[in-house]
Nanobody, 123 residues
């Protein structure tokens, strides 16, 4: 089993920035692609972005492209999601996930999921 624990969420004003972290334990972190997903109340889970095992490839949803950066630190077993120019529609619970794919948006390729961290963007 792999345990994933997200942190860094909170309340931020529109236009601001947040950096979310996801700390992994229990499995060899570098052998898993990592993804970030979010779910807002009443909405389906949505892919935000992902990163390959090596960190060499990243994938982003169109809704966050240009505003999000995903970086993984394999030495620290941690993946980060930097979100800039936040909008109210970014309000959601953000989950990280680990899988054996390439880090793209297919949720079926992710095996382990964190419980999430709340991000609330106010106007």
């Amino acid at each position: 089993q792999m345990q994933l624990v997200e942190s860094g969420g909170g309340l931020v004003q529109a236009g601001g920035s947040l950096r979310l972290s996801c700390a992994a334990s229990g499995r060899t972190f570098s052998t898993y692609a990592m993804g970030w997903f979010r779910q807002a109340p009443g909405k389906e889970r949505e892919f935000v972005g992902g990163v390959s095992r090596s960190g060499g490839s990243t994938y982003y949803a169109d809704s966050v492209k240009g505003r999000a950066i995903i970086i993984r630190g394999n030495a620290k077993n941690t993946v980060y999601l930097q979100m800039n120019s936040l909008k109210r529609e970014d309000t959601a619970v953000y989950h990280c996930a680990a899988g054996e794919g390439i880090g793209d948006g297919d949720p079926g390729k992710y095996v382990y999921w964190g419980r999430g961290t709340q991000v609330t963007v106010s106007s």
